[in-house]
Nanobody
Framework: VQLQAYGGGLVQPGGSVRLSCVAS????????IGWFRQAPGKKREGVSC????????YYTDSVKGRFTISRDNARNTVYLTMDSLKPEDTAVYYC??????????????????????????WGQGTQVTVSS
């Protein structure tokens, strides 16, 4: 029972890539799903989250306007479409369930607690490298 992220690779600055988060052993319908990333030498950060009950979406400030999270329950998949990529987006990207219903701050920005044990069904991430 886990979520598996796919779709990473080498992308030029300004380019786009779409990541997929696929569930195995359970269905995504009843879960809020978050995307997270971790760059070398840095802490893991929350990137985006989508709720299951109404499809509301939330993003961290650095990706607002560039990244789009979406879900296709029929395919048991959540997507992260990343446009206008920057070198600082280089990281391993992970997905997991967010049992805290995608918390956000007063600006509507996604809040990640930093405590990975609070999130569930982590799988192996997918590397995204933005470089020319």
């Amino acid at each position: 029972v886990q979520l598996q992220a796919y779709g990473g690779g080498l992308v030029q600055p300004g380019g786009s890539v779409r990541l997929s988060c696929v569930a195995s052993g359970f269905t995504l319908d009843d879960y809020d799903i978050g995307w997270f990333r971790q760059a070398p030498g840095k802490k893991r950060e929350g990137v985006s989250c989508i709720t299951y009950i109404d499809g509301n979406t939330y993003y961290t400030d650095s990706v607002k306007g560039r990244f789009t999270i979406s879900r296709d329950n029929a395919r048991n998949t959540v997507y992260l479409t990343m446009d206008s990529l920057k070198p600082e987006d280089t990281a391993v990207y992970y997905c997991a369930t967010d049992p805290m219903t995608c918390p956000y701050d007063y600006r509507g920005s996604y809040i990640y607690t930093g405590r990975t044990s609070e999130y569930h069904y982590w799988g192996q991430g997918t590397q995204v490298t933005v470089s020319s």
